[in-house]
């Protein structure tokens, strides 16, 4: 049985059909067990539990023999990679501890204690958690999902016919396709060999924002004028944590992308792992629409 905690984000989507496909029994831990509810259907257990609440995990995690930490903090409302990233891993490290498990924790490339980005802080922290735990791990980081970012500028064009670029849009990203970081996870779940393994995966491009947004220009169909939101504007953004604590988060990581060096070679994984898919922007794109 493998246990899947945020099984119902833009990664846990994709693992939990991988899963099934490879055999697996999967169970997926949610916080809103309605929102799960469709995976119920399809005959995936679906067990109600919050990584926040440690007394919720070790029931969830009863008879697991592998936990998948897909989790993420950073963009909602009521939770914080802190809260989520960081303190939630830990606690439910602990209960896999308890529950004789392996874990796998999806990471970031990146990630780090003085990273500017408070989500790479968070994650980092949970790696060295997990490495301390005793427990057998594999650690898998990847870059920027594609799909996130072209769903992002998709819904603002539909909503108003424009492309929000954050900042210049001129610096590099590595892009990686959900699709290809799912398989590498399952690769992670069914062998052994990769256990104690932390494992960079990015996608086959370095693209700027600007050259995203004329990616997704030509394959809507839409000719839309980009709109640019100025480092200044971010700047002021980024000021609200207070009142808007993740809007202040998203301006932050906005800026952050905007400025430094987030480009990422790819060919170490690729190497190691030929079985796992490639999947360039273009691709993912066309995949999205249909």
């Known amino acids: 049985m493998i246990a899947i905690a945020g099984g119902t984000g833009t990664l846990g ?21 309605v929102r799960a509810g ?23 995690l009863r008879g697991v023999g592998t936990v998948i930490s897909a989790v993420s903090g950073f963009a909602g409302p009521r939770t914080s990679p802190a809260s989520v990233d960081q303190a939630g891993n830990a606690n439910l490290i602990g209960a896999a501890g308890r529950a004789s498990a392996t ?19 968070a994650k980092h922290a949970a790696e060295v958690t997990l490495r301390g735990s005793g427990i057998p791990w594999t650690i898998v980081r990847a870059t920027a999902f594609m799909e996130t970012w072209a769903t992002v500028m998709g819904r603002t064009l539909q909503a108003t016919g424009k492309i929000i670029v954050f900042g210049r849009g001129d610096n590099p990203v590595n892009f990686v396709s959900v699709t290809d970081v799912a398989a590498l996870v399952v690769r992670a779940a069914s062998d ?3 256990h104690g393994q ?13 050259q995203v947004a004329g990616l997704v220009h030509e ?14 504007a971010l700047r002021l953004l980024a000021s609200l944590a207070v009142v808007r604590p993740v809007l202040a ?5 906005a800026l952050v992308m ?13 190497l190691a792992f030929p079985d796992v898919p490639e999947t360039d922007m273009a691709t993912a794109l066309q995949e999205l629409l249909a």
């Open 258 to 270: 905007d400025t430094i060096d987030m480009s990422f070679d790819p060919a170490p994984a690729r």
């Open 103 to 121: 874990f796998i924790l999806m990471s970031v490339v990146g990630a780090s204690p003085s990273h500017p980005i408070g989500l790479f802080r």
């Open 38 to 60: 469709h995976l119920a259907s399809n005959g995936i257990e679906v067990v109600q539990s919050d990584v926040r609440d440690p007394a919720s995990l070790d029931h969830a």
């Open 198 to 210: 932390a494992i960079n995966i990015g996608g086959p491009e370095n693209l700027t924002l600007n």
């Open 192 to 194: 052994s060999a990769v």
């Open 249 to 253: 988060r998203q301006a932050r990581a």
């Open 219 to 232: 394959f809507t169909g839409r000719r839309a004028a980009v709109w640019h939101i100025p480092r200044p």
């Open 13 to 33: 989507t994709r693992l939990v059909p991988h899963l099934i496909g490879q055999g697996y029994a999967v169970r997926v831990l949610t916080r809103d067990i």
